[in-house]
């Protein structure tokens, strides 16, 4: 297992290299950079840029009427404006730089997290991500421990009554959840639970309350899960298809096995059949996806919940970085979060030997 780990350790970093290369060169060739949006909102709303121009830089920078001169600028819509104004403005965000050391620059500073300052919000990246972190770890665990717990019960009961009428209806109740878009879902639970036409039991949004530090350790308990109570059950509706059915067909699939029939002509008890041997081997496949299932939550299903919900989390942060191109912020991200996934795929496959120890890494080749 020790020379596994190692290989695998190794083999991230090729991959997390991989990705930052790939989604540099990709972002930095599409068009509308931060300085081509500096320059748009330049042309558009003529001095009014000028704060947000210094503070990415020494604060020297100014923008005078006098600076409109003609240009042969290579960004769009640079024409009319000062070239030496245009170059400020690219040492001021680092692109001055050819396009390979900026990113040797970038992989540098982040092997010691070191991930720069927002172009924009005049912070660390570092301080920004923590900041956000509370709020998509939050919904991220609850939904994903929630989604575990109602979903391997079902589809153990769906397994043992296969073909049933439970079978059936559950399925279809099921099969409805998983049409309804999560975020529909959640404009539903916020009409009808907090404050819309019905009933006002939940609060609008946040992740406590403002005079959460003054209140017993037991009532910040209860307030953290008053705010949670309605986004994590809108994340939780589209989530129960896929692991529902995986433990159905892998209990179903155990079950038809020959040392299932050769308990049971035993005289070993349905239960004990069902939960000493059985569970094991089933639960082997689901069980360890827990690491996978928790960051394919944290990443990708919080974006429009934070926005209904008035939740101030990474996916916010991610989409206005993306939005307004803040580089600092979408690399450093990005980085943390591949970094963060590929630790979370080998604590997956760690979790097979721990289920299973049977399971032997070291007996294949990787």
């Known amino acids: 297992m020790t020379a596994y780990l190692i290989r695998r350790l190794l083999l991230m970093i090729p991959t997390l290299f991989a990705i930052m290369v790939i989604n540099f060169v990709v972002i930095h060739v599409a ?3 931060p300085v081509e949006q500096i320059i748009a909102q330049l042309t558009g709303q003529g001095a009014d840029i000028t704060e947000r121009v210094t503070r990415a830089g020494t604060g020297e920078a100014t923008v005078r009427p006098d600076q409109t001169t003609s240009a042969a600028g290579k960004y769009r819509g640079a024409q009319g404006l000062d070239p030496e104004f245009i170059k ?3 040492r001021q965000f680092g692109f001055d730089k050819p396009l ?4 040797f620059d970038m992989i540098k500073n982040y092997l010691t997290f070191d991930f720069g300052e927002s172009f924009y919000r005049d912070r660390r990246v570092i301080d920004l991500v923590i900041d956000k972190m509370p709020v998509s770890i939050s919904l991220g665990l609850w939904t994903t421990l929630l989604v575990y717990l ?4 079902l589809g153990i009961a769906k397994a043992t009554r296969d073909g049933s009428r439970f079978d059936v ?15 529909l879902f959640a404009v539903f639970l916020l009409v009808l639970f907090a404050g819309g036409s019905y009933l006002d039991w939940f609060p609008l949004g946040g992740l406590v309350s403002e005079n959460w530090r003054e209140l017993s350790w037991p009532d910040r308990i209860l307030d953290y899960f008053w705010h949670l109570a309605l986004p994590i059950t809108a994340m939780t509706v589209g ?8 433990t159905k067909n892998s209990f179903l699939d155990q079950i038809h096995q020959q040392y299932v029939t050769t308990a049971r002509a035993k005289g070993l008890s349905e239960r004990r059949v069902m939960y000493r041997h059985v569970f094991r081997n089933a639960m082997l496949i689901v069980i360890a996806g827990f690491p996978g299932a928790f960051v394919g939550i944290l990443f990708t299903g919080s974006l ?10 990474l996916g916010l942060l991610g989409f206005e970085a993306a939005f307004n191109r803040d580089y600092p912020v979408m690399f450093g991200t990005l980085y943390f979060f591949s970094l963060l996934g590929l630790i979370m795929n080998l604590i997956g496959d760690l979790m097979y ?3 299973d120890p049977r399971i032997d890494f070291e007996a294949r080749e990787v």
């Open 150 to 153: 109602i979903c391997i019960p």
């Open 88 to 90: 400020q403005l690219e």
């Open 304 to 313: 429009l919940i934070e926005i209904i919900f008035s939740l101030d989390g």
């Open 239 to 246: 989530g129960f298809a896929t692991l529902t059915m995986l």
């Open 31 to 33: 068009p509308g950079g």
């Open 353 to 355: 030997t721990i289920i």
């Open 100 to 103: 390979h050391v900026r990113f």
């Open 169 to 183: 209806w559950t399925s279809v109740a099921i099969v409805i959840g998983t049409a309804i878009p999560s975020f």
